[in-house]
């Protein structure tokens, strides 16, 4: 079946815009997780989705990230006002979760967001 | 706060070469682990992951990692290691208190010659 999908894979934009990034994860996942891969830093937990719970967004690095999960499929990150630090690759991992367990994670290609 | 630390950055091998890479983590309760691997072009995949049990875990592809819990640590093993084995890797760790939470460490570049 089909994997994780991003869009953009490729995003570049000015100083101070606004950005959209969106992930479809695999149908039926419960879980839905959002992290930032800069050069030399791993991957950085941002926030996830769990069904219907709140989301832990204790990952967020500022109140200009926000992220949102439509009817516990899609979901957007939007970074507002970029900065140049915000440039690195955006990864969307979906899971299917159950027993209240951890499980494997399904990794989409990332987008890759340039701020200039 | 939850920590992975993975000691080596960079490794670089000649294929049949034995590889051990190290992942340590700072959390004192109970944890679910993960190595996840990304081939060049390729998606983060799962590697392994040990959640309860017999704390030598085995993989896809020959690789193995050791939970040592008094240790704090689940290294990741392969005797040999083949060029096709050039990836970066990731450890990973859930606090089961934690939520669904994961925290990733920073990743080992690998690089096997042939």
């Known amino acids: 079946g089909a994997g994780v999908s991003q869009s953009p894979s490729n995003k570049v934009t000015e100083k101070g815009k606004d950005v959209e990034l969106r992930c479809d994860p695999i149908?039926?996942?419960?879980?839905l997780y959002w992290y930032r891969q800069s050069l030399g830093q791993g991957l950085e937990f941002l926030i996830y989705?769990?069904?219907?719970?709140?989301?832990?967004k204790s990952g967020l690095p500022s109140d200009r990230f926000s992220a949102e999960r439509t009817g516990g499929s899609v979901s957007t990150l939007t970074i507002q006002r970029t900065q140049q630090e915000d440039s690195a690759v955006y990864l969307c991992?979906?899971?299917?979760?159950?027993?209240?367990?951890?499980?494997?994670?399904?990794f989409g290609p990332g987008t890759r967001l340039t701020v200039l | 706060a939850q920590s992975v630390s993975q000691h080596n950055h960079h490794v670089i091998l000649s294929e049949a070469a034995s590889l051990e890479l190290g992942c340590n983590y700072s959390?004192?309760?109970?944890?679910?682990l993960f190595w996840y691997v990304q081939y060049p072009g390729q998606h983060l995949q799962l590697l392994l992951k040990?959640?309860?049990?017999?704390?030598l875990v085995k993989g896809i592809k020959g690789f193995e990692a050791e939970f040592i819990k008094s240790k704090f640590s689940f290294n990741l093993r392969k005797p040999s290691v083949q060029w096709s084995d050039t990836a970066e890797y990731f450890c990973?760790?859930?606090?089961?208190?934690?939520?669904?939470?994961?925290?990733f460490g920073a990743g080992t570049r690998l690089f096997v010659k042939a």
């Open positions: 991992a979906s899971s299917f979760l159950a027993g209240g367990k951890v499980d494997t994670q399904y």
């Open positions: 149908s039926g996942h419960t879980a």
């Open positions: 989705f769990q069904g219907n719970s709140a989301p832990d």
């Open positions: 959390y004192g309760g109970t944890v679910n």
């Open positions: 040990y959640f309860s049990g017999d704390p």
């Open positions: 990973a760790v859930n606090a089961r208190t934690g939520g669904f939470k994961t925290i």
